[in-house]
């Protein structure tokens, strides 16, 4: 599985006075297993991005290429793309209707022609993957915590059994508790069920800490596409874009600038401790 993005271009309101241009030649492969960062300051183009990944938005110019189709050719099956890629939207308690959470978890699947069975074996199987007890199934999903209606938002399109899961600031106004064990959870699934995971996030230590390739938006233009260690190492030129590198890439700097030879690619605070200690050592 993959996706290929080619000369992807979007103009919001064209030919009026409101018209942008939010995504200008985006050219991008998404392989199959990666985790994901996706960055970008207010209005960078990140949100119009990923919903052109499953075809919630539709390209002004430009394809997009899911396991070798393109999505925008005629007779192209864009509802079972949008089963394959899953979009879990910013504040994803929004999307939470159902009088239970596990009615609520089983309506993707139903919404795929499963028979009932089917329906509540990937319900259930999909609660556990986030961490819901069962003593939960039953409760109205507008009663649980922040956190627990995120992970509830998140079974609700892992159930459809999606290939890739995109994921918009899931942890978007919780308390850090909340925040640390949301990201915990999508870890464990990006390891234990090989998913495709897209993070978009505005912390740049949760996409230090856990994505394997880190893409960094501006004006709706790819500026970096590389290692969490390679983009944050270009923390000026982040800066001079409306952005950050983690507090770690900082606190290395002004270790080697003081004179003590510590590596400056350290971006988690436990690198940062490793590295310190081998000088230390020395």
Same mark, same amino acid.
Do not use: W
């Given at each position: 599985?993959?996706?290929?993005?080619?000369?992807?271009? #979007?103009?919001?309101?064209?030919?009026?006075?409101?018209?942008?241009?939010?995504?200008?030649?985006?050219?991008?492969?998404?392989?199959?297993?990666?985790?994901?960062?996706?960055?970008?300051?207010?209005?960078?183009?990140?949100?119009?991005?990923?919903?052109?990944?499953?075809?919630?938005?539709?390209?002004?110019?430009?394809?997009? #290429? #899911?396991?070798?189709?393109?999505?925008?050719?005629? =007779?192209?099956?864009?509802?079972?793309?949008?089963?394959?890629? =899953?979009?879990?939207?910013?504040?994803?308690?929004?999307?939470?209707?159902?009088?239970?959470?596990?009615?609520?978890?089983?309506?993707?699947?139903?919404?795929?022609?499963?028979?009932?069975?089917?329906?509540?074996?990937?319900? #259930?199987?999909?609660?556990?993957?986030?961490?819901?007890?069962?003593?939960?199934?039953?409760?109205?999903?507008?009663?649980?915590?922040?956190?627990?209606?995120?992970?509830?938002?998140?079974?609700?399109?892992?159930?459809?059994?999606?290939?890739?899961?995109?994921?918009?600031?899931?942890?978007?106004?919780?308390?850090?508790?909340?925040?640390?064990?949301?990201?915990?959870?999508?870890?464990?699934?990006?390891?234990?069920?090989?998913?495709?995971?897209?993070?978009?996030?505005?912390?740049?230590?949760?996409?230090?800490?856990?994505?394997?390739?880190?893409?960094?938006?501006?004006?709706?233009?790819?500026?970096?596409?590389?290692?969490?260690?390679?983009?944050?190492?270009?923390?000026?030129?982040?800066?001079?874009?409306?952005?950050?590198?983690?507090?770690?890439?900082?606190?290395?700097?002004?270790?080697?600038?003081?004179?003590?030879?510590?590596?400056?690619?350290?971006?988690?605070?436990?690198?940062?401790?490793?590295?310190?200690?081998?000088?230390?050592?020395?």
């Amino acid at each position: 599985m993959s996706i290929i993005v080619d000369k992807l271009n #979007y103009i919001y309101s064209p030919g009026t006075a409101y018209q942008k241009h939010a995504l200008k030649d985006i050219n991008l492969e998404i392989l199959d297993g990666e985790f994901i960062g996706l960055i970008g300051h207010t209005g960078s183009g990140k949100s119009t991005f990923i919903q052109h990944l499953n075809g919630l938005i539709k390209a002004t110019s430009g394809g997009i #290429y #899911y396991n070798g189709e393109n999505i925008y050719d005629a =007779g192209f099956n864009m509802k079972s793309l949008r089963s394959k890629v =899953g979009l879990v939207f910013q504040y994803p308690e929004h999307q939470l209707f159902e009088t239970t959470v596990f009615k609520d978890v089983c309506f993707g699947p139903r919404n795929q022609g499963l028979d009932e069975l089917q329906v509540e074996l990937r319900a #259930y199987e999909a609660l556990k993957m986030v961490g819901i007890d069962n003593d939960l199934l039953d409760a109205s999903p507008f009663e649980l915590s922040g956190g627990q209606k995120r992970r509830v938002a998140i079974a609700g399109v892992l159930a459809m059994k999606p290939e890739v899961l995109i994921l918009d600031e899931p942890t978007a106004g919780l308390d850090p508790k909340g925040r640390d064990e949301i990201l915990e959870q999508i870890a464990k699934l990006h390891t234990e069920s090989k998913l495709t995971i897209i993070l978009v996030s505005h912390s740049m230590e949760d996409v230090a800490k856990y994505v394997d390739r880190l893409i960094v938006m501006n004006r709706g233009e790819i500026a970096f596409n590389d290692t969490p260690r390679e983009v944050f190492g270009h923390y000026k030129e982040l800066e001079r874009i409306g952005l950050a590198a983690p507090q770690v890439t900082y606190v290395m700097n002004e270790l080697r600038k003081r004179g003590i030879p510590v590596s400056i690619k350290a971006t988690t605070v436990e690198e940062a401790k490793q590295e310190i200690l081998r000088v230390m050592k020395q």
